[in-house]
């Protein structure tokens, strides 16, 4: 589709290179089959990770221990063309590099980080985050997974849910109560007491691999904890990269919707015209390629922001906030010009438009994202 407002001009050669390297990617490996895998709920992760991780898409903002070291406008724009294919393989990115890798790469001690970072740039060790629990989603700050000192030992009991990558994860950093606050743990997945049900009949974000984690008096030794960190600031500096990512992904999520709409509506006849012919269906799709691009300037000028070290989290909060918004919105608009192939698999917009609506929920919800700015505005504080 054509790049009106030439945004993509701005990237640099080595930022255009990431892009079409990631988009044939996607092209070849994806796209032919994440409609089966959506329908199947499998996300074949074991086999993607290592060609992930050899595109250097796995911890690509990281420096050092076998991670690329791009920019965050590099790291954006793969997001992006990940996700044109499909939210569960950008959130399966997302995990591994921005919640898993990274506080390991920031918080970590010496020895955690060698044991675990090259293995996880490369894909050949997968891991997850566990911060939310059954009953504390919005407000972690009361989260009930406790680990308790045992000599020099930590003993961790408790629950997490909603687990992207729980079920094949080799290791999880698993934030829960201490006696000093909270603090994140390095817990290698074959750990006895550990155990991690995959949840089933999800309507969103199908080929994603979503589980629950339990921890049954799990022993891990002192070196488990990570030294770097106390207090939530720890989890929510993670989530901060994370969402960086979706405020660029969700752009392309809602391109692949835009340019199926367009697509379909040049072909698709009735009432002896093409559909895009109609006036109705092109208001649609301006407003749609408007919407679309208005968020990719939004999550560039904040990929810009994040390189020059400035980036703030509620500057994030406005681009999670707006830009999501802005994929569903066009999601379900490509999806009314599909009309009744709108709602199946044979197009990619339905599957779009569900995972979306995961999308809008993990990483903080609309509605979190809202009060955040509002705090912005007014300097009140309405969380609870
Ligand atoms: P709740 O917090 O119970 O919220 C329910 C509703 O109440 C929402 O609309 C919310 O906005 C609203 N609400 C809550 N508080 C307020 C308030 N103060 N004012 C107004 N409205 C409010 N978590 C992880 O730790 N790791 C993961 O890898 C992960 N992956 C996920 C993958 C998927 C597919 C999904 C769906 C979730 C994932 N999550 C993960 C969890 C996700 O971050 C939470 O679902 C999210 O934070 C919301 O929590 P909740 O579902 O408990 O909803």
């Not at 920019?71 to 793969?78: F, N, Q, T």
């Not at 989260?143 to 990558?165: C, F, H, Q, V």
């Not at 989890?235 to 367009?262: D, H, M, Y």
């Not at 066009?330 to 009309?339: D, E, F, T």
Request: glycine content about 10%; hydrophobic content about 40%.
């Amino acid at each position: 589709m054509d790049d009106l407002l030439r945004l993509d001009d701005r990237l640099g050669p080595d930022q255009r290179l990431i892009r079409d390297t990631v988009r044939s990617f996607v092209a070849d490996r994806v796209l032919p089959h994440v409609g089966d895998w959506f329908e199947e709920a499998v996300f074949p992760a074991r086999e993607l990770a290592p060609e992930l991780g050899s595109l250097g898409l796995l911890g690509m903002h990281l420096e050092g221990y076998g991670c690329a070291g791009t920019d965050a406008v590099s790291y954006g724009v793969a997001c992006r063309e990940l996700e044109a294919g499909d939210s569960g393989l950008r959130s399966f990115v997302s995990v591994q590099g921005s919640l898993a890798m990274f506080p390991i790469w920031r918080y970590g001690s010496d020895e955690q980080k060698d044991e675990w970072l090259p293995r996880m740039a490369a894909g050949q060790a997968i891991g997850c985050f566990g911060l939310t629990e059954p009953d504390h989603g919005s407000d972690p700050a009361g989260m009930r997974t406790y680990a308790k000192k045992d000599g020099s030992d930590w003993i961790l009991n408790g629950a997490k849910m909603w687990i992207t990558n729980g079920s094949i994860a080799d290791v999880a950093v698993v934030w829960a109560q201490t006696d000093e606050g909270v603090r994140g743990f390095v817990v290698p997945t074959s750990t006895p007491g550990f155990s991690a049900p995959e949840i089933h009949k999800k309507l969103s974000l199908r080929a994603s691999v979503t589980s629950s984690l339990y921890f049954d008096d799990v022993r891990l030794p002192a070196s488990a904890a990570l030294p770097g960190v106390v207090g939530l600031r720890g989890p929510l500096s993670c989530l901060s990269e994370a969402r960086f990512g979706i405020i660029w992904g969700v752009v392309g999520a809602a391109r692949a919707c835009l340019e199926a709409a367009v697509e379909y509506s040049k072909t698709r006849v009735q009432f002896d015209k093409p559909i895009g012919a109609f006036q109705l269906t092109q208001e649609k799709l301006a407003w749609m390629y408007v919407g679309m691009t208005q968020a990719g300037l939004t999550a560039l000028h904040l990929g810009e922001l994040k390189d020059a070290g400035t980036l703030e989290p509620r500057q994030i909060s406005f681009g999670k906030l707006a830009n999501v918004r802005a994929a569903l919105d066009i999601a379900r608009q490509a999806r009314s010009i599909l009309g009744g192939n709108g709602i199946t698999l044979e197009y990619p917009v339905i599957r779009h438009m569900n995972n979306l609506e995961s999308v809008l929920t993990y990483e903080g919800t609309q509605e979190v994202h809202t009060l955040v700015l509002g705090e912005a505005l007014t300097g009140l504080a309405a969380y609870r």
